[in-house]
C-alpha cells in the first residue's frame, strides 16, 4: 500500500497561486494513479483532477480547467497540483488520493488510499 501527505496549503487572496504537493511513501509510486479531490464546508467531497500513473493522461473538472494543473514526478513520489487564478468558490479541505491502476478515476471511490488533507483558503 501506499501512504500520502499534502502539503503547500494556505490562505491567499483571489487571485494568487497555490501548488500543492502529495508525498508518497511504500509501495512504487508509479504503480498508482493520483487524483486530488476537495470538500468545502457543507459540501460533497468533488473531483477536481487526475493523473495516470505515467503522467501521460489528465482530467480536470470543468471548474478548475485551464487554471489548475496536476503534475507527478515518479523520481520524487510526489504529485503536485499548481493552482493559479484562484476564487473564493475554490475554498477546501485538498485531498490527494491513489489508485492501484494506470488509468484515472474521477469518482471517490475509485481510490484505495487518501492523505488527511490540506486546507486552502482564498480570500475575497
Known amino acids: 500500500q501506499v501512504q500520502l501527505v499534502e502539503s503547500g496549503g494556505g490562505l491567499v487572496q483571489a487571485g494568487g497561486s497555490l501548488r500543492l504537493s502529495c508525498a508518497a511513501s511504500?509501495?512504487?509510486?508509479?504503480?498508482?494513479?493520483m487524483g486530488w479531490f476537495r470538500q468545502a464546508p457543507g459540501k460533497e467531497r468533488e473531483f477536481v483532477a487526475a493523473?495516470?500513473?505515467?503522467?501521460?493522461?489528465?482530467s480536470y473538472a470543468d471548474s478548475v480547467k485551464g487554471r489548475f494543473t496536476i503534475s507527478r514526478d515518479n523520481a520524487k513520489y510526489t504529485a503536485y497540483l499548481q493552482m493559479n487564478s484562484l476564487k473564493p468558490e475554490d475554498t477546501a479541505v485538498y485531498y490527494c488520493?491513489?489508485?492501484?491502476?494506470?488509468?484515472?478515476?474521477?469518482?471517490?471511490?475509485?481510490?484505495?488510499?487518501w492523505g488527511q488533507g490540506t486546507q486552502v483558503t482564498v480570500s475575497s
Open positions: 511504500g509501495r512504487t509510486f508509479s504503480s498508482y494513479a
Open positions: 493523473i495516470s500513473w505515467g503522467g501521460g493522461s489528465t
Open positions: 488520493a491513489a489508485r492501484s491502476a494506470p488509468n484515472w478515476g474521477v469518482r471517490g471511490y475509485e481510490y484505495a488510499y
